[in-house]
């Protein structure tokens, strides 16, 4: 074997007192780190979320958000939520569910305000129950019905108020989660807790999806099951990061088995049943929240007597723009990029 040539700058440990413990000890004390050592858990052979299929039970949440509704004022939490956190990385990390898009059940009490506010994180949210809220963005109010998805575009300003009784509860979407890795989350708050707006037909508004409408669509599909994407008029995407989609399952009826590199959150509209996720099963009904983390294989059943609606968000965007979206079902030497291309 060839001897290493000694350089006086950087005399060389003896060999024969030389081992692998002291490489690793003095390697640390540069703040470097052994690639070797990590090899596989950095290039898995298989996609490895950190989080594990898991829901949110809604008679369990929701008496407590209510309860937050009477003990924690609106200036106190600028935003009322309860953000869903997955077990597996609970010690860890409080702050998501631990997979790349965020969800949280935030609550709106009667002649509540939640002051004016815009980020760079894009939002979407699917209204879950109440009557008479509303939500300004940039200049602009809309009503929120239940079932109706509203979108919050990035930079808009954005406040959120509530007529008349009862609770206003909503399930909020962002991709907060990505700004761990690119820290460019910028968040301003407006000098007032109102931003000056106009009333406009929440129906004939672009950031608004009307359940009717969805229902109406996903209905006239004489099909078992049956998906469809929230797109805007010209056909694109919500926005370039996250993604939606209703579904309807008819009684006794299973979906198809799917496996993807999408992570998405899950909430039940109508109905009651079960998914499987990799042989694990997740029972729910209307009002829950579920989550399938990447490459999780899962199927819907409905075990009701009715039909089931379904909601869902996702990253799906994001990764079909990045080139790692993926299924099964997809020819793997299909996503093979010719150097010439690049």
């Not at 959120?160 to 820290?183: A, C, Q, T, Y």
Request: hydrophobic letters at 35%; one cysteine or more.
């Amino acid at each position: 074997m060839t001897a290493v040539a000694a350089n006086p700058q950087f005399p060389l440990q003896n060999v024969e007192e030389d081992n692998q413990e002291k490489l690793l000890a003095d390697i640390e004390k540069s703040s470097v780190s052994p690639l070797w050592t990590q090899m596989k858990r950095l290039n898995p052979p298989l996609p490895n979320p950190q989080a594990i299929p898991f829901i949110w039970k809604c008679n369990e949440i929701r008496p407590n958000l209510l309860r937050a509704g009477n003990l924690v004022t609106e200036k106190q939490a600028e935003r009322r939520v309860l953000m869903l956190v997955n077990p597996k990385k609970v010690l860890q990390n409080r702050l998501s569910l631990r997979i790349p898009i965020y969800a949280g059940l935030q609550l709106v009490m009667p002649n509540e305000t939640a002051p004016a506010h815009r980020h760079t994180a894009f939002a979407m949210r699917f209204i879950i129950e109440g009557e008479g809220g509303f939500t300004a963005i940039h200049g602009r109010r809309v009503n929120m019905k239940r079932g109706d998805v509203i979108l919050t575009p990035t930079w808009n300003w954005h406040d959120r108020g509530k007529d008349g009784s009862g609770p206003m509860i909503w399930l909020d979407g962002l991709e907060l989660p990505n700004f761990v890795h690119f820290p460019v989350h910028f968040v301003e708050h407006h000098t007032a807790a109102r931003y000056p707006t106009e009333n406009i037909n929440s129906g004939a508004s672009p950031i608004v999806f009307p359940w009717a409408k969805m229902q109406a669509k996903l209905d006239a599909a004489p099909v078992e099951w049956i998906s469809k994407p929230y797109l805007q008029s010209d056909g694109t995407e919500v926005s370039r990061i996250l993604g939606g989609s209703a579904e309807r399952l008819e009684p006794g009826k299973a979906s198809p088995a799917f496996r993807e590199t999408t992570s998405s959150v899950y909430h039940v509209v109508e109905g009651s049943g079960y998914t499987e996720v990799e042989g694990n099963k997740l029972t729910w009904e209307r009002g829950d929240t579920f989550c399938i983390p990447a490459w999780h294989r899962y199927q819907h059943f409905n075990t009701g007597g009715e039909r089931v609606y379904l909601y869902r968000f996702d990253d799906k965007p994001m990764l079909k723009a990045l080139g790692f979206y993926r299924t099964d079902q997809t020819d793997s030497e299909s996503l093979s990029t010719s150097w010439t291309a690049l």
